[in-house]
RNA sequence: GAGGUUGUAGCUCAGCUGGUUAGAGCGUCGGUUUGUGGCACCGAAGGUCGCGGGUUCGAACCCCGUCUUCCUCCCCA
């Protein structure tokens, strides 16, 4: 028989993994539901109408596409013209409704964007929700690169306040705080100001390649970046003019103050301008004691339907993508056919998180889900004895097991120590008789008699 | 999508320019010890060498294909 594999890009998640994964979620959860979101869920498939379009070029060819189900049972008419659309597939990205008509969600804000159009009748505005649930890209696989992998999402539609958006900050800072990951930075800017930027070099409309280009820097270097900009079809007077982007330096104000003045007469330049201005304000505002919030001219993140603000974290001194990231769009909910609906939002890669806290060795070593006793009974009547001792711990609300099989003590306690369980009560003949239990302490390996009443007590320190 | 890389026991890896029955450490199981774990000692199980084809008297090793792993680019959480 061969040996069963996963599908390229995707996991278990052990025990231990677990553990971990679910501290890093229920962080995230408890500083959503601090900030007044809700939850929500929606389905792992999605019909492609509503997911194509959405993410660009790349983000389309990424798209996980189901196969209708039971073609066999089409009608010959039908057979044929399947053959033919598959032969067109073949050639060309596209989509035929014949052979599919669904894909998995690629990520949680575009459903969200759905979900909101189909309840704008019951939705109380400005709606707040978070959503936790994997997502599906059919990318290549690499380190900090899934093709399962969750995300972690909070969104507010139908208001354009730049609170939320300084609301972001706090939350990013309050959950990588919490976990113990403290050397991180959140990058922020604006579109309008890649918009603008874009006119300033007289190129409008030409910001996609112009931030592919400049979103490089401090990667590859001006020149390098000068270089790329030539071969995507900027004049050398456009890159001229670039000059002060590749200049830019000092604090969040004193870019702020660059950009207002190169940006004297574009209107929409001086609007990013401002809402970066603001969105600093507020946070300010908070009081944090490090914001760690960065502007960044350069940042530009691939997702199209951004309009507003955008976000991103990175964690210093790792190599790995960013773990978070956001934005603000403005009319996601108009491809469904609700314009006017602002929204903004931002997501957490656990996966990533995790693999960072892995990196630095954070993880919180006690696992407080575990067992934390272990009955050991010597034969059948002691475990007749064990039954009620176990229903009380249990309802002490102490995670309790009774060894199911009746094997030699060294095997139980091995079991014991496999699982790291901190306690072991011993129950024999003598113990029934006494009505002194032995318990025993799995680090120490002390070992003391306790009355079943005292039981509880001493396990629970 | 382009280029590179990896695959040998449950895990981490050896395996010489192709040459008998493919090894180690850890882990697992059993024993020394039928009511006391971690240590020690003894013993055992466990592998169509990723898969398919080819070259050869002979392939874990060479060639081709395929899948997988990880990496760079692209893009992204």
Redesign the pocket.
Known sequence: ???P??????RDFGPVQMARRNFIFDTIKSTFQQFGFMPLETPAMENLSVLTGK??D??DQ?LFKILNSRPHEAKEVEKEKMQQEFTRLLAQNSNSSLLTEKGLRY?LTVPFARYVVMNRNDIAFPFKRYQIQP?W?A?????????E?Y?CDADVVGTDSLLCEAEIVCMMNQVLTQLGITDFTIKINNRKVLTALAEMAGAPGQEGPLC?AI??LD??GREKVEQELAERGFSPESIGKLDPVFTMQGTFGEKIQQLQQLFASSETGREGVSELQEVMELVNGFGLQNPRLEFDVTL?????YYTGAIF??KVNNV????????GRYDNLTGAFGLPGVSGVGF???V??IYDVMEELGIFPAHNAASTRVLLVA?DAE?RKYALPVLRQLRQAGINSELYPDQ?????Q??Y???KSIPW?V???????ASGQL?L????????QSVPVEGLIGKVSQ
């Open positions: 028989m061969q040996k594999t996963l599908p390229k890009g995707t993410y660009g790349e983000g990424l990520d997502v890209r990318d290549r696989p690499q380190r900090g690169r899934y093709r992998f995300q592919v979103d490089k990667k590859i530009a993140r691939g997702l199209s991103e974290v190599q790995i993508g960013s773990i978070s990231g956001g997501s957490f890669g996966d990533r010597f002691a094997t030699k003590m060294k095997k306690l091995d014991a120590n496999a072991v011993l129950i024999g003949s003598d113990e029934m032995a025993k302490n799995m680090q120490t390996g002390e070992q």
